[in-house]
Structures are given as C-alpha cells and as structure tokens.
C-alpha cells in the first residue's frame, strides 16, 4: 500500500456515492440486529427495486447511530433524514418517502438535542460508514495517520503527540496516554506487546462493543500506530465472546487490513512489522482488569496480580506491554490527523476530548451518546436524555459502573470529568450512566452493585472474596429492615477495609456504590434501622 | 458490698462449667467477695433483677436461649462469653450448613431403631435456623474463648473483673485451647 | 532485582530504624531478617509470592495505596511502617473475614494447637469475630488413601497449588469458581484419590497452614506439618543450575 493507492480508493468511492442521488443507511450494530435489521436491509433493497430505484439509490447496513433503545433505526442521507422503530411492515415509510416526503408516524428528529449537542470523534463513523468494507474507512481518512506516522514522525514525536493531546484511557483509570506509551517505549526489550482491552464487563455498558461493531478498522489503525510508538510487532485484541457481531466484523477488517498491506510485514512501504489477533474472554468481569487479562492471554486462570511490576515493564509474557481501552485507541487517528492541539482544546483542564458514554435508566432518550468533557450532568440527562420520563423527579445518577457512586441533584451542574466525579465519591469508570427517579431506593442500589461486584470477585484476596460478601449480607439485612445501628458501623468498616487492602480495582472500588449512596442517601439506611427499633 | 454473680449455660456442653469449678479452693478465696445469686449449680430459679457479672456457656441456638439471653443482658453490668460455644458457636453450631428440619428428621426418623416420630411437646423449645455465637444476639463485655477455657483463665477473669479491671486475655487463651 | 540482573545493596528504613538489604528481597524478607513481626498466610519461604491474604499490607512512604510487603521489591531509601493502629486494625478485620468465610471449628479440628491460622487470631489479639460467620455447606474429600482433604478448613491460600506446580511439578491442584464459591479443587475436579498425576508426596499437606489438609490416621497432636523443607530445597534447586 501507497499513499497514492489509499487516495485512490477514497476517490474511488467518492466517485460511487456521487453516482448516486442517495443512500439509505440501516442501522446494523448489534442492538438494532437484534430487533430485526438484517430484515429491514433487505426489504429496502427489495422495494427499491421494484420501484426501479436500485440503480439511483445506495443501501446499506451502518454503524451504531446511538438511539437504540428506538431501533431499528434507518437514515436518509445526505439531508440525515431519520426513522425509528422500522421493521419489514413499515420499511415503506422509508422508500416511499425518498423526496422530501411528508412526515411520518416513524419520523425522528435529527435536529434533537439528543444528536445535536453530541461531539462525535470516536463514533464519528459510526452510522455513517460500512463497517464490513475497508475502502469506507479509508474514503473518511482512514489509515491516512498510520501513513503519517510511519513516513513522517519518530517514535518520540508520537509520543509526544499523545502527551500534548492530553489523551487519557478511557478504560477506567483515566491514566495520561501519552505517559503510557512513553513509559513502554522507553521499557527495555526487543519484544513488545499492545493489548487492546474490549472486555468491557460493566452491566449495561456497550460503548467500546459499539465502536468496535460500528468502526473496526479504527481501533486496528490505533493499534498499529501505538506499536509504532512503542516499537511493538504484535497486538492481541481481548474481547468477550459474548460479542459475536464485533468478534466477526474484528475478523473481517483484520482481513482486510492485511489483504491490503496495512497490517503484517513492511506496511507502507517501511521497515514496520505489525500482526493482531484476537483473543476471547469468557465474559468474567475481572478479566478487564490488565494482569488478569493478560493471565488470561497467557492461557491461565483469569485473576489479578499485585503491581508493581506494571505490565509496561512486565506484561504478556513477562514482555514490557502497552494496554490501552478500545476507546483509548479509537482516538489515537483523529489526534493524528488533526493534531494534538485541536484534540486538546476540547474538554476541561485536565480531561480532554469527548467521553462516550451509555446512557439508561429513567431517562427518556437511552443510548449512546458522545460528548465533549466538560459538559454538566444536567444538560446530558435533560437536553441529550429527555428528562425523566413520566414528569416523575429526577433523584440520582450513577456513573461509573458497578463500582461507582450516585450523585444527587444538588451536583447536577458539576462538569463531567475524571477529578470533578472522583471529587464527588464517583468515577468516570468506562462511562456507564444509570439516570434513577424518585422511586428508586438507594440502598437496593448499593446492594444490585454490591451482589454484582461479590459474584464477579476473582476471590484470590479475602477483602474482596469475603468482604463483598459480609457487605452484600449487611445491606440485605437492611433491604429487609432487619438491620441495627451496629450493622451500619459494621457496613462502614468493611467498606474501608475492603477498599484500602484489595488486590485490585475491583475490591477497591466495589464499596463507592454503598460509600456514596451513605454519604448522600443516609437517611434511607437510617429509616431502615428505626423501623427495627419500633417494631420491638 | 459483694459483687453478685450469675452463671448459666445455653448450648453448650457444660464443660465450661466443669472448667470453672475446677477453681477449686480458690473460689474459697474470693468466696467473701462473691455473692452466687444464680446459677444451674445453685437452687434460685428466677434470674434476679440486677447482677454484676453474669458468665454465659453456650450458643444461642432454640428460642428459649434467645429469650434467656435477651433477658440476662438487659439485667447484667458485664456479660461473660465464656467458651468457644458462645463465642463462635463452635460444637453446636456444626448443624448450620443443613436445614433444621433434615437435622431433627436425620436424628428422630431416619436413624431412630424405636419410636421414630418427630419430637413434638409444648415443653421443647423450636430450634433456631441458625446456632449463633452470643454477640450476635446481644453486646458481650468480656470474652474468654476456649473449649474450655482453663480454670486459670476463668480465675483470672473473674478475679480481674472483680477487681474493677476489663480483664485482657489474649496470652492466656485462644479458639479450641 | 535490577535490568541486567546485577544485586545491588540498599538502605532503607523500617518503623524509622536504618536496615539493609539486596535489591532481589521482598520487604517481608528484609523484615523477618530484622525480626519485625508481620502476619503473612499465603507467603511460605520456598513459593512464588501472590499476595493473595493482604495480612501482610505495610505503608510505604509517598505510596499512596498500603503494599503487601510479601510481593514487594525493596528500594534505596524506601520508608516503611510494618504495624500502627490502622494496620493492626485492617489485620484484626482480615482475619476475622477468614475466619468467618468457613467453618473454622478450631476445637474439633485436626489442627488445632498447631494452626497458622489459630495462632495469628491470638498473636493479633482476636478473642471473637464481629462479621457473623456463613457457615457455608462444604464437604470433605477424603478419597485419597493417605491424605484428608476438608473444605471447610480451607482459607484459599493456594500453598498447595504453589507447592504441588512449583516444587512437586505435579499440578494436581487448581482453585475453582470465582468469588465466594472459589475452592480448591483436584485434577481437574475429580475425586483426589482418582488423581493419577498426584504423587502422595504429601507436600501440599505439609505447606497448609491450616486443617483443610492433613494425614489419615494421626491423632491431632500427630498431624503437625513441617514446611521447612522448603527453602532448603528451592535454594539447593538454584545451586544446582
Ligand atoms: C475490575 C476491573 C475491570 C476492568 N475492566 C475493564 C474493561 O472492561 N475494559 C477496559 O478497557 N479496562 C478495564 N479495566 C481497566 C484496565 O485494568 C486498564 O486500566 C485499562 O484497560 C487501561 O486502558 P486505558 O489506559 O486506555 O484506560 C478494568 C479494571 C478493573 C480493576
Ligand atoms: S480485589 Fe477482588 S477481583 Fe481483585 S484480586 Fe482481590 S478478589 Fe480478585
Ligand atoms: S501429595 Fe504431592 S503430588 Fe499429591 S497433590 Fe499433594 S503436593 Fe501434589
Ligand atoms: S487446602 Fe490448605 S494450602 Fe490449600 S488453599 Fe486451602 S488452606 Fe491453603
Ligand atoms: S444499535 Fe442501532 S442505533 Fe445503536
Ligand atoms: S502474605 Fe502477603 S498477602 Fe498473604
């Protein structure tokens, strides 16, 4: 492959979507497959043509375009026309409505705050592109960084990039990127590791798989620059199996990648050598943790080790190993290719870019959303979200994933980022966001984390293996009222302890849902302790 | 004035008990300090209204110990867990894994040569689902585990308390000593 | 250890007294070696360290997180607190969780006066356990003609596992099941006695700590283990290389 060569296929492909007067775009990620959208592709196809509109009219499956719960959802481009909920029956509100037709039943407002006041970086292609061909990747600058990177910059200047984009994982931890690669890249050793990390585990979280089913070849480039970086030769991608739809389209945009010269040996046309493949995970929370991950790649009982060593100085194969989240990298060629500068001057002070996040619960609009750093809870839950459904009241947020915290309304106005959210005894974690009304009850919540984080334990430490336990045992004792003022000092000690002596993240971390629900809800452990009282 | 004192068991297996009169002649010496105004080893069947230190032997493991046990606490200064049964359930507790009702039936039906009937009389006190340690029914001031405890560790205990100090055993004994 | 496997020697300070120490010792090492006292359960002279009981946590100075010092290298001019009030207090709460995981029925048990576990509860001043027990259902093995395995003595600190992959080379032995349900388990979750990889060399046996593993046909006071042949043998192992 030649620079040249990737500016033919993207003019080749310009040149085909302007044949065309338009194009339909179905939503094919796996949320809207499972309600049917393969069906819904093809019945398009199949009343274009009968109207003889085959020739004049593109369709095709798409990326994830983030309002799933409204799927399957189908666009007419280029004026982003949108349709909810269309299935076989109704697919001729689509193809009937070609020219600026009347507006119909299944009509979705474009121009809705919920895609407007997005910032798309990482799902910029989703929804827009094909994710099964490389050549729509490469039409919207796709590889174009790789190019650049190889031809034109050092390691170090790569490096450097990234530390002035002032990129953070996405993964959870929110560990500056840049410092990551340049750690692993100054670590001694002729052989290296890059380990994307797609496990993502957290109940309800699906951005990393969304990425991944929506914009495949995105991830692979931002793989293949970091090895470039860190003078890598090989990369493992650790997804679970439980999904199939990005593991296939994965295999496919590897393919691809390699048939066209963009992974393997002497890619560009230079001395850079860079295979992937992909390693499965059988669905345990804790093997996104990274040296349970890499335990796991190494074919071993997926559990946790102490660090230090770090695995930038000692990861897969006791090699120095740079693992990054699969959003992390998502970013990696758009900072490339605009530069760290204009990636920098998105966000807060110390968050930059755009976050992804997945937003459910009770909120109108549940989805995926991406926003730039910086944006207040408030205008994500009630101009991108809807609002509460039902004019019920809004009562809490949690963000973080099971082993975040509930912010109440009073912070509601807080800027989203990683230190703001720590600050309030939540964290960023890989961006999940439950939106809870009135009627939750926040010591039922802490306990659906606390069952959550005590059945994924790997149980190699005791605070985590039996803590989360005793602690799940205590706010069951309160969920049933049957709890004492010594069971709250109890619950309070076993949270310090299991957060300051766990092995890992995940027994550190599973106390913030009952942390922060005691710190901002006490009253409803207390009114569950009064009740015993009274009763005797 | 002489400290009153109580003593009784629960579930246990009185070896505690045994323990605590192999003193000997030494509860001699501090009998003028001593006033037994409860005990299984003393004729009053009534727990008095106020006792200074109460020692306890035994689990809590039917509702009659509950009722027991609620009942001396709210009458006692310092409450004693003495031994292992009242301190981790130990012994008793062995039956907790298993439902109660698989137990009562294993030892009167399924391995019973004669009379093979469930034992049912008003008399007999319904079995808890769950032998607990006494501490999880009530607070415990003082304890002294040990299955059982030597009759050196109870004597210093006792005299300790007497003495108007919290006594620290922990050289002294341990679980299963 | 340093990149290029060269042993250096460092100063450093425990609870504020100057000690010494080579760059391949663990903190946990350094400590012993000045008789500092540290509980530990999963580390055993001989092993791989995994860090797993978390008794043995120390605070480092500039760390913001406690450290295990079993799996902890030491540094030129590290700091270290062995014990104060928190540490003593997360000790005393670890232990209690391990005891009240089980059904540790010390009076009763084929190891009692002769248990790391038992002992470190009195070392640590534990005279009862404020988390209530689970009393969970778990059944003993006790298939294999020499040894008795009971599950409800164990305490996870895979010793066995170690010893029997790392010394003995036979791998008999794996931890099943994640969290609380996690357990020991033989070839593969058959019977131990069925075990053609197991050798009878009895060294998991020996290494446990507690009664989860112990000899048939001893009495109590017969069943005492002796895990010191251990350093002796890894260190006759190195010399040999
Ligand atoms: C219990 C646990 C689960 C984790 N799960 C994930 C995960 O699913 N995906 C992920 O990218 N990182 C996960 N992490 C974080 C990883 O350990 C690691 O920090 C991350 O992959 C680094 O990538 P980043 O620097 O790009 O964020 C998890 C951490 C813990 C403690
Ligand atoms: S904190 Fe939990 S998940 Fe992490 S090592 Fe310990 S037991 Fe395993
Ligand atoms: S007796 Fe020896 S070979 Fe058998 S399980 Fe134990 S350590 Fe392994
Ligand atoms: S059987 Fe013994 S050595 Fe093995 S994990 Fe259990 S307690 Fe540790
Ligand atoms: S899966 Fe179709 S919109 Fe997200
Ligand atoms: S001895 Fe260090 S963690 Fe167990």
Same mark, same amino acid.
């Given at each position: 492959?030649?620079?040249e060569?990737?500016?033919e296929i993207k003019?080749?492909e310009e040149?085909?979507?302007?044949?065309?007067?338009?194009?339909?775009h179905?939503?094919?990620?796996?949320g809207?497959?499972?309600?049917?959208?393969e069906?819904?592709?093809?019945t398009?196809?199949?009343?274009l043509?009968?109207?003889g509109l085959a020739?004049d009219i593109?369709v095709?499956g798409?990326?994830?375009?983030g309002l799933c719960?409204a799927?399957p959802?189908?666009?007419?481009?280029p004026?982003?026309?949108?349709f909810?909920e269309?299935?076989q029956?109704?697919?001729?509100?689509v193809t009937d409505?070609?020219?600026?037709g009347k507006?119909?039943?299944?009509?979705?407002?474009?121009d809705?705050?919920f895609?407007k006041?997005q910032y798309?970086i990482?799902t910029?292609?989703?929804g827009?592109?094909?994710?099964?061909?490389?050549e729509?990747?490469?039409a919207?600058?796709?590889y174009?960084?790789l190019y650049t990177?190889?031809?034109?910059l050092?390691?170090?200047e790569?490096v450097?990039?990234?530390?002035k984009s002032g990129?953070?994982?996405r993964g959870?931890g929110?560990?500056p990127t840049?410092?990551k690669w340049?750690?692993?890249a100054k670590?001694?050793g002729?052989?290296?590791?890059?380990?994307?990390?797609?496990?993502e585990g957290d109940?309800?979280?699906f951005?990393?798989?969304?990425v991944?089913?929506?914009?495949?070849?995105?991830?692979l480039?931002?793989?293949?620059?970091?090895a470039?970086?860190?003078?890598?030769?090989?990369?493992?991608i650790?997804v679970r199996?439980?999904?199939?739809l990005a593991?296939s389209r994965l295999?496919v945009a590897?393919?691809q990648?390699?048939?066209k010269?963009?992974l +393997?040996n002497?890619?560009?046309?230079t001395?850079?050598n860079?295979?992937?493949?992909?390693r499965?995970g059988?669905g345990a929370?804790?093997?996104?943790e990274?040296t349970?991950?890499?335990?796991?790649?190494?074919?071993?009982?997926?559990?946790p080790?102490p660090?230090?060593?770090?695995p930038?100085?000692?990861?897969?194969w006791?090699?120095p190993t740079?693992i990054?989240?699969?959003?992390?990298?998502a970013?990696?060629?758009?900072?490339?290719?605009? +530069?760290?500068?204009?990636?920098?001057?998105i966000g807060t002070?110390?968050s930059?870019g755009?976050?992804?996040?997945?937003?459910?619960g009770?909120?109108?609009? %549940?989805g995926?959303?991406?926003v730039p750093?910086g944006m207040?809870?408030?205008?994500?839950?009630?101009d991108?979200?809807g609002?509460?459904p039902? +004019?019920?009241?809004?009562?809490?947020?949690?963000?973080?994933?099971?082993?975040?915290?509930c912010?109440p309304e009073e912070?509601?106005?807080?800027k989203?980022d990683y230190?703001?959210?720590t600050?309030?005894g939540s964290?960023?974690g890989s961006?999940?966001?439950?939106v809870?009304?009135e009627n939750s009850n926040?010591?039922?919540v802490?306990r659906y984390?606390m069952?959550?984080?005590m059945?994924e334990?790997?149980g190699?430490c005791v605070?985590c293996r039996?803590?989360?336990a005793?602690?799940y045992?205590i706010? %069951?004792k309160f969920?049933?009222r049957?709890?004492?003022?010594?069971?709250?000092t109890?619950?309070?000690?076993?949270?310090?302890v299991?957060r300051?002596t766990s092995l890992c +993240?995940?027994g550190q971390?599973?106390?913030?849902p009952?942390?922060?629900?005691?710190?901002?809800?006490?009253?409803?452990?207390?009114e569950?302790i009064?009740?015993e009282v009274?009763?005797? | 004035?002489?400290?009153k004192i109580?003593?009784?068991?629960?579930?246990?297996?009185s070896?505690?008990?045994?323990?605590?009169?192999d003193i000997d002649e030494?509860?001699?010496a501090i009998?003028?300090?001593?006033e037994?105004?409860?005990?299984?080893?003393v004729?009053?069947?009534v727990f008095p209204d106020?006792?200074?230190?109460?020692?306890?032997?035994?689990?809590v493991a039917?509702?009659?110990d509950?009722?027991k046990?609620?009942?001396?606490?709210?009458?006692t200064?310092?409450?004693?867990?003495?031994g292992?049964?009242a301190?981790?359930?130990?012994?008793?507790s062995m039956?907790?894994p298993?439902p109660v009702q698989?137990i009562i039936?294993?030892?009167?039906?399924?391995?019973?040569f004669?009379h093979d009937v469930?034992?049912k009389?008003?008399?007999?006190?319904e079995?808890?689902?769950r032998?607990?340690?006494i501490?999880?029914?009530v607070?415990?001031?003082v304890?002294i585990?040990?299955?059982?405890?030597s009759n050196?560790?109870?004597?210093?205990?006792?005299a300790?308390?007497?003495?108007?100090?919290i006594?620290d055993l922990t050289s002294?004994t341990?679980?299963?000593? | 250890?340093t990149?290029?496997?060269?042993i250096?020697?460092?100063?450093?300070?425990?609870?504020?007294?100057?000690v010494?120490a080579?760059s391949?010792?663990t903190?946990?090492q350094?400590c012993r070696?000045?008789e500092?006292?540290i509980?530990?359960?999963?580390h055993?002279?001989?092993l791989s360290?995994?860090?797993?009981?978390r008794l043995?946590?120390?605070?480092?100075a500039?760390q913001?997180?406690?450290?295990?010092?079993c799996?902890?290298?030491v540094s030129e001019?590290?700091?270290?607190t062995t014990t104060?009030?928190?540490l003593a207090?997360y000790?005393?709460?670890?232990?209690e969780?391990?005891?009240?995981?089980r059904n540790h029925?010390c009076s009763v048990?084929?190891?009692?006066?002769h248990?790391?576990l038992q002992?470190?509860?009195?070392?640590?001043?534990i005279n009862?356990i404020?988390?209530p027990?689970?009393?969970p259902k778990f059944?003993?093995?006790a298939?294999?003609?020499?040894?008795?395995l009971d599950?409800?003595?164990?305490?996870?600190?895979?010793?066995?596992v170690r010893?029997?992959d790392e010394?003995?080379g036979a791998?008999?032995?794996?931890?099943s099941?994640?969290g609380?349900q996690?357990?020991?388990?033989?070839?593969?979750n058959?019977?131990w006695g069925?075990?053609?990889?197991c050798?009878?060399?009895?060294k998991?046996?020996?290494?446990?700590?507690?009664?989860?593993?112990?000899?048939k046909?001893?009495?109590v006071?017969?069943?005492t283990k002796?895990?010191g042949?251990?350093?002796y043998?890894t260190a006759?192992r190195k010399?040999?290389?």
């Amino acid at each position: 492959m030649t620079l040249e060569e990737l500016q033919e296929i993207k003019a080749g492909e310009e040149l085909a979507r302007s044949q065309k007067k338009k194009s339909i775009h179905v939503c094919v990620a796996a949320g809207c497959m499972s309600q049917n959208a393969e069906a819904v592709l093809n019945t398009i196809e199949g009343q274009l043509k009968e109207k003889g509109l085959a020739k004049d009219i593109d369709v095709k499956g798409v990326g994830c375009m983030g309002l799933c719960a409204a799927g399957p959802l189908v666009s007419i481009e280029p004026e982003n026309r949108m349709f909810q909920e269309i299935n076989q029956a109704n697919a001729f509100l689509v193809t009937d409505n070609l020219e600026k037709g009347k507006k119909t039943t299944n009509d979705l407002a474009s121009d809705s705050p919920f895609f407007k006041r997005q910032y798309k970086i990482v799902t910029e292609n989703c929804g827009v592109i094909n994710p099964e061909r490389i050549e729509e990747y490469i039409a919207f600058d796709g590889y174009l960084g790789l190019y650049t990177v190889l031809h034109d910059l050092d390691q170090n200047e790569v490096v450097q990039n990234l530390i002035k984009s002032g990129l953070r994982g996405r993964g959870g931890g929110g560990y500056p990127t840049g410092l990551k690669w340049s750690t692993v890249a100054k670590a001694v050793g002729a052989k290296k590791y890059v380990i994307c990390n797609a496990d993502e585990g957290d109940p309800g979280a699906f951005m990393d798989r969304s990425v991944l089913e929506s914009d495949p070849h995105r991830i692979l480039e931002g793989m293949a620059i970091a090895a470039y970086a860190i003078g890598a030769d090989e990369g493992f991608i650790y997804v679970r199996a439980e999904y199939p739809l990005a593991i296939s389209r994965l295999k496919v945009a590897i393919k691809q990648a390699e048939r066209k010269g963009l992974l +393997g040996n002497n890619i560009f046309g230079t001395t850079f050598n860079f295979t992937i493949s992909i390693r499965l995970g059988a669905g345990a929370f804790v093997c996104g943790e990274e040296t349970a991950l890499i335990a796991s790649i190494e074919g071993g009982r997926g559990t946790p080790r102490p660090r230090p060593p770090y695995p930038a100085e000692s990861g897969l194969w006791g090699k120095p190993t740079l693992i990054n989240n699969v959003e992390t990298f998502a970013n990696i060629a758009p900072i490339i290719r605009k +530069g760290a500068e204009w990636y920098a001057s998105i966000g807060t002070e110390t968050s930059k870019g755009t976050k992804v996040f997945a937003l459910a619960g009770q909120v109108v609009n %549940t989805g995926l959303i991406e926003v730039p750093m910086g944006m207040s809870l408030r205008e994500i839950i009630f101009d991108i979200g809807g609002g509460i459904p039902g +004019g019920r009241k809004f009562k809490a947020v949690q963000t973080g994933g099971p082993s975040g915290g509930c912010i109440p309304e009073e912070f509601l106005d807080i800027k989203v980022d990683y230190e703001s959210l720590t600050k309030l005894g939540s964290i960023m974690g890989s961006g999940g966001m439950i939106v809870m009304d009135e009627n939750s009850n926040m010591v039922d919540v802490a306990r659906y984390f606390m069952e959550f984080c005590m059945s994924e334990s790997c149980g190699k430490c005791v605070p985590c293996r039996v803590g989360t336990a005793q602690i799940y045992d205590i706010l %069951t004792k309160f969920a049933e009222r049957r709890a004492t003022e010594a069971d709250l000092t109890l619950l309070e000690e076993l949270c310090d302890v299991v957060r300051n002596t766990s092995l890992c +993240g995940l027994g550190q971390s599973s106390p913030n849902p009952v942390l922060s629900t005691l710190k901002y809800f006490k009253h409803e452990y207390m009114e569950r302790i009064q009740a015993e009282v009274n009763q005797e | 004035m002489k400290a009153k004192i109580a003593t009784t068991w629960l579930d246990g297996c009185s070896g505690c008990h045994m323990s605590f009169l192999d003193i000997d002649e030494r509860l001699l010496a501090i009998a003028d300090r001593i006033e037994l105004v409860y005990s299984p080893l003393v004729d009053n069947k009534v727990f008095p209204d106020y006792v200074d230190v109460t020692i306890v032997e035994g689990a809590v493991a039917s509702v009659d110990d509950l009722a027991k046990i609620k009942k001396i606490r709210k009458h006692t200064k310092y409450l004693i867990a003495l031994g292992d049964c009242a301190i981790n359930a130990n012994v008793p507790s062995m039956r907790n894994p298993i439902p109660v009702q698989e137990i009562i039936n294993r030892a009167y039906v399924e391995n019973a040569f004669i009379h093979d009937v469930m034992p049912k009389h008003p008399a007999l006190p319904e079995l808890l689902a769950r032998v607990m340690p006494i501490h999880e029914v009530v607070p415990v001031d003082v304890f002294i585990p040990g299955c059982p405890p030597s009759n050196d560790t109870i004597f210093y205990a006792v005299a300790e308390l007497l003495d108007g100090r919290i006594p620290d055993l922990t050289s002294k004994t341990r679980f299963g000593a | 250890m340093t990149a290029n496997g060269q042993i250096k020697i460092f100063t450093l300070k425990i609870d504020g007294k100057d000690v010494s120490a080579r760059s391949d010792q663990t903190v946990l090492q350094v400590c012993r070696e000045n008789e500092y006292f540290i509980p530990t359960l999963c580390h055993l002279e001989g092993l791989s360290n995994i860090g797993a009981c978390r008794l043995c946590m120390v605070e480092v100075a500039g760390q913001r997180k406690l450290l295990p010092a079993c799996t902890t290298m030491v540094s030129e001019g590290m700091e270290v607190t062995t014990t104060n009030d928190k540490l003593a207090h997360y000790r005393k709460m670890t232990l209690e969780l391990i005891f009240s995981e089980r059904n540790h029925t010390c009076s009763v048990c084929v190891s009692n006066n002769h248990c790391e576990l038992q002992y470190l509860s009195q070392k640590l001043g534990i005279n009862h356990i404020r988390v209530p027990y689970r009393f969970p259902k778990f059944a003993v093995d006790a298939s294999h003609p020499y040894f008795i395995l009971d599950h409800n003595r164990c305490i996870l600190c895979t010793r066995c596992v170690r010893v029997c992959d790392e010394i003995e080379g036979a791998h008999v032995w794996d931890v099943s099941g994640r969290g609380i349900q996690a357990k020991v388990i033989t070839e593969l979750n058959q019977p131990w006695g069925s075990a053609d990889t197991c050798t009878q060399c009895g060294k998991c046996v020996n290494v446990c700590p507690v009664g989860a593993l112990s000899e048939k046909g001893r009495s109590v006071a017969e069943n005492t283990k002796r895990s010191g042949f251990l350093p002796y043998l890894t260190a006759r192992r190195k010399e040999k290389i």
